[in-house]
T-cell receptor, first 116, second 113 residues
Framework: AQKITQTQPGMFVQEKEAVTLDCTYDTSDPSYGLFWYKQPSSGEMIFLIYQGSYDQQNATEGRYSLNFQKARKSANLVISASQLGDSAMYFCAMREGGTGGFKTIFGAGTRLFVKA | GAGVSQSPSNKVTEKGKDVELRCDPISGHTALYWYRQSLGQGLEFLIYFQGNSAPDKSGLPSDRFSAERTGGSVSTLTIQRTQQEDSAVYLC???????????FGQGTRLTVV
């Protein structure tokens, strides 16, 4: 069965510093995708970054990078040069491909607080 | 609009009443998801539609919950005999087949009193 674990309910980071948000996953499907979404206080869900299970390189999107360690089944999000606007909930998600269909499940989330 | 549209944005209902929540996905998107998010919690998967395939209903919490998708487009999530624990934000998302991310609507905030 699919499972996503985010062990940090809350994180603090100083503005302009980097922060790592942890995510581990469990699946028996060799084909899967990993996602990170941001949810500000307004409630909208904003897609940040995607990593496919067969991708050789770690995904990067601007200040966001995904530290993909397949053997450890971890997909940590790294935010560089934190900004006050980065304060939000962050969700890790996984979607199985192949016979698992495209069902996507989400972790419990990590609330990030960026301090000025 | 070009995004996923959900209606109503807010719904207050009395315990025991039935409610219908509507989702208009982005045109052409074949996949549609429903999630539930309780206050301060993560997203709980409810149901997934992909084209003409049978929906994945594995996340529906009880037989009071049902969903349909007509003509491969608009979807309706129905909750019968609502309970106070059904109070949450119900999020709908859609994506093209083989796409990476899903695109979310703004959600329907359901309050059962």
């Amino acid at each position: 069965a699919q499972k996503i674990t985010q062990t940090q309910p809350g994180m603090f980071v100083q503005e302009k510093e980097a922060v790592t948000l942890d995510c581990t996953y469990d699946t028996s499907d060799p084909s899967y995708g990993l996602f990170w979404y941001k949810q500000p206080s307004s409630g909208e869900m904003i897609f940040l970054i995607y990593q496919g299970s067969y991708d050789q390189q770690n995904a990067t999107e601007g200040r966001y990078s995904l530290n993909f360690q397949k053997a450890r089944k971890s997909a940590n999000l790294v935010i560089s040069a934190s900004q006050l606007g980065d304060s939000a909930m962050y969700f890790c998600a996984m979607r199985e491909g192949g016979t698992g269909g495209f069902k996507t499940i989400f972790g419990a989330g990590t609330r990030l607080f960026v301090k000025a | 609009g070009a995004g996923v549209s959900q209606s109503p944005s807010n719904k207050v209902t009395e315990k025991g009443k039935d409610v219908e929540l509507r989702c208009d996905p982005i045109s052409g998107h074949t996949a549609l998801y429903w999630y539930r998010q309780s206050l301060g919690q993560g997203l709980e998967f409810l149901i997934y539609f992909q084209g003409n395939s049978a929906p994945d209903k594995s996340g529906l919490p009880s037989d009071r919950f049902s969903a349909e998708r007509t003509g491969g487009s608009v979807s309706t999530l129905t909750i019968q005999r609502t309970q106070q624990e059904d109070s949450a934000v119900y999020l709908c998302a859609s994506s093209p087949r083989q796409a990476r991310e899903a695109f979310f609507g703004q959600g329907t905030r359901l309050t059962v009193v």
